[in-house]
């Protein structure tokens, strides 16, 4: 009995931390938090995928952390966009979900790419010829993997995820991407430390 009642304590926290979280007062901060964190968590894997193949020695908690400030300025662009694809187009129809999916793959994905390479560049005090390389040699191949993942998710995300849980499951879908990311972000740099050495 002791036990049940102790549960039914936790789910009355959890519940409220969950209306809190996701009212409408707190979401930006809940999205700009779980960005953050996964940002963070996915870099963090692929290091540690890194340092098991022999590829980088040690954690680099910088870099970790300038995944983590990216994952912000994203958590903040994604917030914002899905708030107005859902207030432009309200319903839940295919034919509303496909033309989400098509904005969001035409004009979020870049827009997103652009704003990580830009954030990216500013914490790692790049010019801006530096900056637009970067985006020149390494965006294509991440707007080619988000072609391959996000159509499906975001199928699912529109048409069946309730508006206010948007960037909690992009996040969640994100993480697989964020490794990616990393991989794609950090490849170059590790490649011509390793002609240096």
């Not at 959890?14 to 968590?41: C, E, P, Q, V």
């Not at 048409?159 to 170059?188: C, E, I, M, Q, W």
Request: proline share 2%; net charge positive.
């Amino acid at each position: 009995m002791r036990y049940r009642e102790q549960w039914i304590s936790v789910q009355k926290v959890i519940s409220r931390w969950h209306n809190t979280a996701f009212s409408r007062k707190f979401l930006l901060y809940t999205n700009i938090g779980i960005s953050i964190s996964l940002s963070m968590l996915g870099d963090t894997l692929e290091q540690s995928y890194e340092r098991y193949k022999g590829d980088i020695v040690g954690w680099d908690r910088t870099r970790t952390l300038r995944m983590g400030i990216s994952g912000l300025t994203v958590g903040i662009v994604c917030h914002y966009w899905y708030q107005y694809l859902d207030y432009m187009y309200p319903k839940r129809t295919i034919h509303t979900v496909i033309r989400k999916i098509l904005l969001d793959q035409f004009i979020c994905s870049p827009f997103y790419i652009s704003v990580f390479f830009l954030t990216m560049g500013i914490l790692e005090h790049k010019s801006w010829e530096e900056v637009r390389e970067e985006i020149k040699d390494k965006a294509v191949t991440l707007y080619a993997a988000e072609w391959t993942v996000w159509p499906a998710a975001q199928f699912i995300n529109f048409f069946f995820v309730a508006p206010r849980y948007r960037v909690f499951y992009d996040n969640s879908v994100s993480l697989g991407y964020d490794v990616f990311t990393s991989k794609v972000k950090y490849k170059k740099k590790q490649n011509s430390d390793t002609e240096t050495d």
